[in-house]
């Protein structure tokens, strides 16, 4: 069974760049066959798909995000990255790390990290 | 955007029972819709992809099934491990967007 990996700060403060690590252990991550991204859930509320990168670098990102969101990956380390820069408080959530399947029928997330929770605060 | 509403917002039903769950998509978005599901501190779990797809290791007392844009994910047979909540997320067009949940009680 997968098993990724979430790693990178627990406590950003306003206006900084949170950055955060995602492991995906035995090179899978340079299959084409699968996309990387990030989802997030805020304390006690829904979830929210942040972003998707293709083997290739191919990026897909949520409107109300793009502007302040970049998914890359590094296949040499197995990992993939998220940053989002001027985060306030509303950016305070759990991020998850999950593989995407991408079919006919678009993307969707099969195997999911334990998640990172992340606060935004002074 | 793709609105995803889901109904109801929390159940409660008893071990064996037959549950269903529904999913309405602000515009059509085809079988572009998938069930998660999430147990109390655990990361999403995918259920269903592509409104009826089981996916693999998933019990067969779980479907999915669409009428238009109404999607409904029902579970029969409830179980005690049915627990938690339950999101439909469509796959259509950014920003992939997830409904509100549904939270499931075993009574």
């Known amino acids: 069974q997968l098993q990724l990996q979430e790693s990178g700060p627990g406590l950003v403060k306003p206006s900084e760049t949170l950055s955060l690590t995602c492991t995906v252990p035995?090179?899978?991550?340079?299959?084409?066959?699968?996309?990387w991204g990030w989802i997030r859930q805020p304390p006690g509320k829904g979830l929210e798909w942040i972003g998707t990168?293709?083997?290739?670098?191919?990026?897909y990102y949520n409107p109300s995000l793009k502007s302040r969101v970049t998914i890359s990956v590094d296949t040499a380390k197995n990992q993939c990255s998220l940053k989002l820069s001027s985060v306030t408080a509303a950016d305070t959530a759990i991020y998850y790390c999950?593989?995407?399947?991408?079919?006919?029928?678009?993307?969707?997330?099969?195997?999911w990290g334990k998640g990172t929770t992340v606060t935004v605060s002074s | 955007d793709i609105q995803m509403t889901q109904s109801p917002s929390s159940l409660s039903a008893s071990v064996g029972d037959r549950v269903t769950i529904t999913c309405r998509a602000s515009q059509t978005i085809s079988t572009s819709l998938n069930w998660y599901q999430q147990k109390l501190g655990k990361a999403p779990k995918l259920l269903i992809y592509?409104?009826?797809s089981l996916q693999s290791g998933v019990p067969s007392r779980f479907s999915g099934s669409r009428s238009g844009t109404d999607f409904t994910l029902t579970i029969t047979s409830l179980q005690p491990e049915d627990a938690a909540t339950y999101y439909c997320?469509?796959?259509?067009?950014?920003?992939?967007?997830f409904g509100q949940g549904t939270k499931l009680e075993i009574k």
């Open positions: 990168i293709s083997y290739s670098g191919s990026t």
């Open positions: 999950a593989r995407h399947l991408w079919g006919s029928h678009g993307p969707y997330m099969d195997v």
């Open positions: 592509a409104a009826s």
């Open positions: 035995g090179g899978s991550i340079s299959s084409s066959s699968y996309y």
């Open positions: 997320q469509q796959s259509y067009s950014p920003a992939y967007s």
